[in-house]
């Protein structure tokens, strides 16, 4: 069965800094994975979506890897900016023939302090 | 735009009653998913549709029912409402993503707060 673990469950960074996000699961046949974000009380937006047969995706400052092999990913965000304070979420898709199955992790919570 | 919106931002009902969860997405996707989220046990899918009509059970499909009358409406039932329902309810959808297929971005709804007294 696909857990999906996201350690720490919550960080806390003076503002400016680089910092990376860890996303690991443990069976590696996935179709893709994506990052969310999560503000409190609100819904996830999307933020990077990486295929299997991809290695990163890049937006803005947000660069998220992915080592299928060896069951991980990461988030790296660079500069970091109190409104970069959300809580992260990890989600892979199985690859599962006959599957629409979304597998969550339980989220980072992130603040960045000015 | 992607746009996907829940009919409620909170919601507060009593136990027994029968509660309707709204949910409408623009983009023409197929496939829809309602989750519950509670903290400590991150996103646990309910149920979701692959297309009209057509509907499957996630993992806690327990007291809950779904309809899929047109591509673009998803609703959530809670036949008889229970004090462990309360939780947030997330909606969300994919352009397309068969069976074995590895599909797309999801795009999440706003949320809905759902309180059972």
């Known amino acids: 069965k696909q857990e999906v673990t996201q350690i720490p469950a919550a960080l806390s960074v003076p503002e400016g800094e680089n910092l990376v996000l860890n996303c690991s699961f443990t069976?590696?046949?996935?179709?893709?994975l994506q990052w969310f974000r999560q503000d409190p009380g609100k819904g996830l937006t999307s933020l990077l979506l990486?295929?299997?047969?991809?290695r990163e995706q890049t937006s803005g400052r947000l660069n998220a890897s992915l080592d299928k092999s060896s069951g991980r990913s990461t988030l790296y965000i660079a500069a970091s900016q109190p409104g970069d304070s959300a809580t992260y979420l990890c989600?892979?898709?199985?690859?599962?023939?006959?599957?629409?199955?979304?597998?969550f992790g339980t989220g980072t919570r992130l603040k960045v302090l000015a | 735009d992607v746009k996907v919106t829940q009919s409620s931002r909170y919601l507060v009902k009593r136990t027994g009653e029968k509660v309707f969860l709204e949910c409408v997405q623009d983009m023409d996707h197929e496939n829809m998913f309602w989750y519950r989220q509670d903290p400590g046990l991150g996103l646990r899918l309910i149920y979701f549709s692959y297309d009209v009509k057509m509907k499957e059970k996630g993992d806690i499909p327990e007291g809950y029912s779904v309809s899929r009358e047109k591509k673009e409406r998803f609703s959530l039932i809670l036949e008889s409402a229970s004090t462990n329902q309360t939780s947030m309810y997330l909606c969300?959808?994919?352009?397309?993503?068969?069976?074995?297929?590895?599909?797309?971005?999801?795009?999440f709804g706003p949320g809905t707060r759902l309180t059972v007294t």
């Open positions: 069976d590696s046949a996935i179709y893709n």
């Open positions: 990486i295929q299997s047969s991809q």
């Open positions: 989600a892979v898709k199985e690859a599962t023939s006959g599957t629409y199955k979304y597998i």
């Open positions: 969300a959808s994919i352009p397309w993503g068969g069976a074995g297929g590895p599909g797309n971005e999801q795009y």
